[in-house]
């Protein structure tokens, strides 16, 4: 049973490694297509982001918390789940594709009350959710498909079917840059923005989510359940789950709820990017705080969600056996393990965030270091998204729900007030005051959660965990001067440097200064004794030690 999960393990890490740096290809090939600070970057990034959101706040919390557990107990029956999981399939299909379709249909007064767009971007826009929106229908069947395969124990198809989401798009790109053009010799706007553009750019992007949920249909099929469409909500489990679900579902409701605000708010800049562009000068908007999202939750998605998933399980079991040492133990040991990659990874996210906007700026210094700036805002608390994460592990493997809604409405609250007054910024300040806002709302993450958990679970070691993170960040500290110095030898600290040439001189100083603040990052946690280093590293070098 053990190699069995360790199998299953390894092939679901490996399909999202994979998947990630696709992601980043794909994100650097759609800045060199469409730019990231040009006047159809953000207007796209805007109506792309809205199918997976409109997903989770109307279907999302309904699927994870009401169904997946049902398809799990069904999974246990004489038949199989057959035909339960006929009739889940058949419901959540029917009830995808009405929301995709009122959504699609409702597109001009959706974008109207979300974005902050108007004339010739809110029309481009719409004309972009159109072709985009119907990715709510497959968003939503992926999810579901994937989770009846992995409550039959196949988990490998379910995390490798992006990496084809990943190629379709790439693909659509290069046949974006080779028949359409790229940004910097065409400077596209809404105003010379072609059809031929809108078909290969917004087509590919659905057709690669489509597929993600379509190559999901044959090892559905492969499971033998002989499944056919079946009608009717009696057996489905709603009531059995909703008393529980309930919590789920609102606390899912209010964050993309603030995630919608700040959209919002990010269209702001968007809109007025015409105004400045006019001027002579770019500012930062919707896109760039996409990009430096996705750039610095990676750690917290390769690293931290792969360590919590275990922590969780142990958490979970403690809990079982009314072991409230044992949970407090494993939370402990959990966030300080953890923090040992999370506060280095933010350590090389800020220092080296020139080069890594390099990738994704399409060939212009000026957005890479407009990008750069807003990836050094979030990457700082980058260690605080992950212990808040695990923190609210240690409620859920309880089986409470209600506390962390409780928090998520605080943390809404709080993050839209800041939100709004980022809205107040001159507009190429707003995309630095969200920025500001996402870091502020992490930290004030980590405290709440600390609050709620002293209530309900005692002293869990929150000084232990200081201590330790003291000494990491005074270890990142000495990295990141060894990796500021090496960076201004390369040429780090002026655009016209070596490493802001081009995407490989941007490469070789990533590889030789990350080098180095790894390894004086090693040498200073040995010298400030932190023993953490250790637990972190020990599964990686038996995987290592058993790989043949």
């Known amino acids: 049973m053990a190699p069995s999960t360790a199998r299953s393990s390894a092939v679901m890490a490996a399909g999202t490694l994979v998947s990630r740096l696709l992601g980043l290809v794909r994100t650097a090939l759609l800045a060199v297509a469409i730019g990231n600070t040009g006047l159809v970057s953000d207007v796209f990034s805007s109506a792309n982001v809205l199918p997976n959101f409109i997903y989770l706040m109307v279907a999302g919390g309904v699927f994870n918390a009401v169904l997946v557990p049902q398809i799990i107990k069904a999974s246990k029956r004489p038949d199989r789940g057959t035909d339960y999981v006929s009739r889940v399939l058949t419901l959540s299909l029917v009830l995808l594709g009405g929301i995709a379709l009122v959504a699609t249909l409702a597109a001009p007064v959706i974008l109207s009350a979300v974005l902050s ?9 719409t004309t972009f959710a159109y072709w985009l929106f119907p990715q709510i229908f497959f968003y939503g069947a992926y999810a579901v498909i994937g989770q009846i395969l992995n409550a039959n124990g196949r988990f490998g198809a379910y995390m490798w079917a992006p990496v084809v989401n990943n190629i ?295 000084a232990r965990i200081f201590d330790v993170h003291v000494r990491l960040v005074v270890a990142a500290l000495g990295a990141g001067v060894v990796g500021s110095a090496m960076l201004a030898l390369m040429g780090g600290y002026s655009t016209d440097g070596f490493a802001w040439h081009s995407v490989p001189s941007a490469t070789v100083v990533l590889v030789v200064c990350g080098a180095l603040m790894a390894v004086a990052y090693y040498l200073l946690l040995r010298v400030l004794k932190v023993t953490e280093l250790d637990a972190f590293l020990a599964p990686l070098l038996a995987k290592l030690r058993r790989t043949p």
């Open 168 to 462: 379709v798009a790439i693909a659509g790109l290069l046949v974006f840059i080779s028949f359409v053009g790229r940004e910097e010799a065409s400077s596209f706007s809404p105003e010379t923005w072609t059809t031929q553009a809108t078909v290969i750019l917004a087509g590919s992007t659905t057709l690669g989510i489509a597929l993600q949920a379509l190559v999901l249909v044959f090892p559905l099929r492969r499971l033998g359940l002989g499944l056919r469409p079946s009608f009717g909500l009696r057996g489905v489990g709603l009531r059995e789950t909703g008393h529980v679900a309930k919590w789920t579902i609102i606390t899912m409701l209010i964050g993309n709820g603030a995630y919608l605000v700040y959209t919002h708010v990010a269209t702001i800049a968007s809109d007025a990017r015409p105004a400045y562009l006019a001027r002579g000068q770019e500012i930062a908007g919707q896109l760039n705080l996409e990009t430096a999202s996705m750039l610095y939750i990676i750690p917290h998605s390769v690293i931290t969600l792969s360590l919590a998933t275990v922590l969780f399980n142990n958490m979970s079991h403690a809990y079982a056996e009314k072991n409230y040492d044992g949970v407090r133990e494993t939370l402990s040991q959990g966030l300080r393990a953890i923090g040992v990659a999370t506060v280095f990874c933010s350590a090389v996210l800020i220092v080296l965030a020139g080069p890594i906007s390099v990738w994704f700026s399409g060939g212009s210094p000026v957005s890479a270091t407009l990008q750069a700036q807003v990836l050094v805002l979030l990457a700082v608390t980058a260690p605080f998204l992950s212990a808040t994460f695990l923190m609210n592990r240690a409620f859920y493997a309880n089986e409470d729900a209600k506390t962390p809604m409780i928090m998520q409405v605080i943390l809404s609250a709080f993050g839209v007030a800041l939100a709004v007054g980022a809205a107040a910024l001159p507009a190429d300040k707003i995309i630095f005051g969200l920025a500001v806002a996402y870091s502020l709302g992490n930290i004030a993450a980590v405290v709440v959660s600390h609050i709620f958990l002293r209530r309900s679970l005692g002293d869990y070691g929150g």
């Open 117 to 125: 767009l108007s004339g010739d971007r809110l029309t481009l826009a």
